[in-house]
């Protein structure tokens, strides 16, 4: 009989599309800490229980927590490029024909990792995780002692960083610094070959479901894969098929969508976001089909796209009702706890949000879960790097490529955003490398993943893209109406080609029934206190006139030829006070008043 999986069971895992039925070690909490403002730590052998006489680890700091951040113990926002970290493990040797296994969810920038002063693994990306291999290392008896080095370069403009301050202090729309290990680490023991990546993509149209499976090492002789989807006690697929290579992509057949009146029971969707339950088997046949390994996951049956300037959701027009969400909390800066990560999630739905576009953040799985859950529709967005160069190239190029193929089997995923406001290249309309990149980047991420829309160029200076995204700031909701309601805008001609202060669409770029959606827009704070430095784009006295800006906006936006807009921003970030919740996640007027405004109807 197959394990039995739910999404239930998956809720707060660090990896919910790809979870074991035997138990996994969170190592999140105490590790010992030091700054290595002198580099010194690998000639001195930081990383050996031996040496040095005089131990450097002098201080505590709570992991997953940045050491900028409050919750970390730490709270040191200076610049400390490296930074070490020291773990002492009970685990012991696994058994015959097992593997221990450490997962690391973000370690930012680069990071290295030794057991027992066995040097394990290394990895370069701030943004996406990494697993390394710990039983060879394993000492036969006694404790084991993990180290992580961490090397974050403050000042590096060509390293893929978002809005991660490059200055000592933040600035304008920039936060405090994320380094180091800022998403959970924790211990899974697996079997000699298993499976190291699951993933999804529904093809709702042709009744069925692309699977794409990734094994530990080349198979010594071929293996069956056994899959089974089930929604509710409904069994929707079991199927088998024969893994002969180390990859394997195969389709699922769900005859049920192929009622095409009972879609409605079936389909993933912000309205009703089901979530199917899928279990693979790894079995050696011959051996009376013995479990090699075996995994629980889910995914959401939906398809999306764009025609005629309208995106589209399961093949029916869906209107984008998002905020920007940038992902940050005041103790604990880019990291979060699995509380923070739901509480989130489900205050965007109470809003009457159908959306998110979380910016220039590749966030944690577990939050992705929870959009998956409660039927949030994302825009998944690269952090930017702020210098065009050869490593800017190579670097946001690795990174975005994990990303994808990280969150590819994410339901709530709608769109991939590589680039924003032309951030990694500055100069795109002059600089010919540039748009190659950018352009590159698009097909890059097509290759990938054809089935979701790519934005290659967020905001303006739009080249190749599959939505037209505009950030627009203006505070007057007439001007946004005569910009966007125009008939001849869903032909992709805009009234004003400048709004902001680069051109709206690159030469040469032809619109083929993209959607347009205000990706940016609104962004006003209420007056800040005497002395206190706040960044808006508007600055209101009251309450009232908050709620009668954010109603004038949202009505411009809804009553247009849009396909969808994005509110600037979902929670007040540090000094950008242009949320529509304070920092603690405060209404800033009533949630009921809000959620009106938010549910307007789209009219064009």
């Given at each position: 009989?197959?394990?039995?999986?739910?999404?239930?069971?998956?809720?707060?895992?660090?990896?919910?599309?790809?979870?074991?039925?035997?138990?996994?070690?969170?190592?999140?909490?105490?590790?010992?800490?030091?700054?290595?403002?002198?580099?010194?730590?690998?000639?001195?052998?930081?990383?050996?229980?031996?040496?040095?006489?005089?131990?450097?680890?002098?201080?505590?700091?709570?992991?997953?927590?940045?050491?900028?951040?409050?919750?970390?113990?730490?709270?040191?926002?200076?610049?400390?490029?490296?930074?070490?970290?020291?773990?002492?493990?009970?685990?012991?040797?696994?058994?015959?024909?097992?593997?221990?296994?450490?997962?690391?969810?973000?370690?930012?920038?680069?990071?290295?990792?030794?057991?027992?002063?066995?040097?394990?693994?290394?990895?370069?990306?701030?943004?996406?995780?990494?697993?390394?291999?710990?039983?060879?290392?394993?000492?036969?008896?006694?404790?084991?002692?993990?180290?992580?080095?961490?090397?974050?370069?403050?000042?590096?403009?060509?390293?893929?960083?978002?809005?991660?301050?490059?200055?000592?202090?933040?600035?304008?729309?920039?936060?405090?610094?994320?380094?180091?290990?800022?998403?959970?680490?924790?211990?899974?023991?697996?079997?000699?070959?298993?499976?190291?990546?699951?993933?999804?993509?529904?093809?709702?149209?042709?009744?069925?479901?692309?699977?794409?499976?990734?094994?530990?090492?080349?198979?010594?002789?071929?293996?069956?894969?056994?899959?089974?989807?089930?929604?509710?006690?409904?069994?929707?697929?079991?199927?088998?098929?024969?893994?002969?290579?180390?990859?394997?992509?195969?389709?699922?057949?769900?005859?049920?969508?192929?009622?095409?009146?009972?879609?409605?029971?079936?389909?993933?969707?912000?309205?009703?976001?089901?979530?199917?339950?899928?279990?693979?088997?790894?079995?050696?046949?011959?051996?009376?089909?013995?479990?090699?390994?075996?995994?629980?996951?889910?995914?959401?049956?939906?398809?999306?796209?764009?025609?005629?300037?309208?995106?589209?959701?399961?093949?029916?027009?869906?209107?984008?009702?998002?905020?920007?969400?940038?992902?940050?909390?005041?103790?604990?800066?880019?990291?979060?706890?699995?509380?923070?990560?739901?509480?989130?999630?489900?205050?965007?739905?109470?809003?009457?949000?159908?959306?998110?576009?979380?910016?220039?953040?590749?966030?944690?799985?577990?939050?992705?879960?929870?959009?998956?859950?409660?039927?949030?529709?994302?825009?998944?967005?690269?952090?930017?790097?702020?210098?065009?160069?050869?490593?800017?190239?190579?670097?946001?190029?690795?990174?975005?490529?994990?990303?994808?193929?990280r969150d590819i089997g994410h339901p709530s995923i709608v769109a991939w955003v590589p680039v924003n406001e032309s951030w990694s290249v500055p100069?795109?309309?002059?600089?010919?490398?540039?748009?190659?990149?950018?352009?590159?980047?698009?097909?890059?991420?097509?290759?990938?993943?054809?089935?979701?829309?790519?934005?290659?160029?967020?905001?303006?200076?739009?080249?190749?893209?599959?939505?037209?995204?505009?950030?627009?700031?203006?505070?007057?909701?007439?001007?946004?109406?005569?910009?966007?309601?125009?008939?001849?805008?869903?032909?992709?001609?805009?009234?004003?080609?400048?709004?902001?202060?680069?051109?709206?669409?690159?030469?040469?770029?032809?619109?083929?029934?993209?959607?347009?959606?205000?990706?940016?827009?609104?962004?006003?704070?209420?007056?800040?206190?005497?002395?206190?430095?706040?960044?808006?784009?508007?600055?209101?006295?009251?309450?009232?006139?908050?709620?009668?800006?954010?109603?004038?906006?949202?009505?411009?936006?809804?009553?247009?030829?849009?396909a969808g807009y994005c509110y600037t921003q979902l929670t007040d970030t540090l000094q950008e006070t242009n949320g529509l919740l304070t920092p603690?996640?405060?209404?800033?007027?009533?949630?009921?008043?809000?959620?009106?405004?938010?549910?307007?109807?789209?009219?064009?």
């Open positions: 009989m197959p394990l039995s999986f739910s999404h239930v069971d998956v809720a707060g895992h660090p990896r919910p599309q790809l979870v074991r039925e035997v138990d996994w070690h969170d190592l999140s909490g105490p590790w010992d800490f030091a700054h290595d403002d002198a580099d010194r730590g690998r000639d001195e052998r930081w990383m050996d229980p031996a040496a040095p006489a005089e131990d450097p680890f002098t201080r505590t700091i709570t992991v997953p927590f940045p050491p900028e951040s409050p919750a970390s113990g730490i709270h040191d926002t200076g610049f400390h490029p490296v930074l070490w970290y020291r773990r002492t493990l009970d685990a012991v040797r696994p058994g015959p024909g097992l593997r221990l296994l450490a997962h690391f969810g973000a370690v930012d920038y680069r990071a290295e990792v030794w057991l027992n002063g066995q040097h394990l693994a290394s990895h370069e990306g701030g943004h996406t995780g990494f697993t390394c291999d710990l039983t060879r290392a394993l000492a036969e008896e006694g404790p084991q002692v993990l180290v992580v080095r961490a090397e974050d370069q403050p000042r590096d403009a060509s390293q893929p960083r978002g809005k991660q301050d490059w200055r000592p202090e933040p600035h304008t729309i920039w936060y405090h610094r994320t380094s180091g290990i800022w998403q959970p680490v924790w211990l899974e023991t697996v079997p000699e070959q298993h499976l190291t990546r699951l993933h999804w993509t529904p093809q709702v149209a042709h009744a069925r479901v692309q699977c794409a499976l990734q094994l530990a090492r080349w198979p010594e002789r071929p293996l069956h894969a056994t899959v089974r989807l089930r929604l509710g006690e409904r069994t929707l697929a079991h199927q088998q098929v024969r893994v002969e290579e180390q990859q394997a992509v195969f389709d699922i057949a769900v005859p049920a969508l192929r009622h095409g009146q009972d879609l409605g029971d079936l389909l993933w969707s912000p309205d009703a976001p089901h979530l199917v339950d899928a279990t693979v088997t790894l079995t050696e046949p011959g051996r009376e089909e013995a479990v090699v390994d075996e995994v629980g996951s889910y995914l959401g049956l939906r398809e999306v796209g764009w025609s005629d300037g309208v995106f589209l959701l399961n093949h029916k027009p869906c209107f984008l009702r998002m905020a920007l969400q940038q992902g940050y909390w005041p103790q604990s800066h880019l990291a979060a706890t699995h509380e923070d990560l739901r509480r989130d999630a489900e205050l965007a739905k109470r809003l009457g949000l159908n959306g998110l576009r979380i910016h220039q953040k590749i966030e944690d799985p577990r939050f992705l879960y929870w959009a998956d859950r409660y039927g949030l529709m994302l825009w998944e967005e690269m952090p930017s790097a702020y210098a065009y160069t050869a490593p800017t190239v190579e670097r946001v190029t690795a990174e975005w490529t994990q990303a994808v193929l100069n795109p309309s002059l600089v010919p490398a540039q748009r190659h990149f950018m352009d590159a980047l698009y097909h890059l991420t097509k290759a990938l993943d054809p089935s979701r829309p790519a934005v290659s160029n967020d905001g303006w200076e739009i080249s190749t893209a599959d939505i037209w995204g505009v950030h627009d700031y203006t505070q007057d909701a007439s001007t946004l109406t005569r910009r966007y309601r125009h008939p001849a805008l869903r032909q992709g001609e805009f009234t004003t080609p400048w709004p902001g202060a680069k051109r709206l669409v690159l030469d040469g770029t032809r619109h083929q029934g993209q959607p347009v959606v205000l990706s940016e827009f609104g962004g006003a704070t209420l007056e800040p206190a005497q002395g206190e430095s706040v960044f808006a784009y508007d600055t209101l006295t009251t309450t009232e006139d908050f709620a009668e800006r954010l109603t004038a906006l949202v009505t411009a936006a809804t009553r247009s030829q849009l603690d996640r405060t209404p800033k007027i009533p949630l009921d008043r809000l959620r009106a405004v938010l549910t307007l109807p789209h009219t064009d």
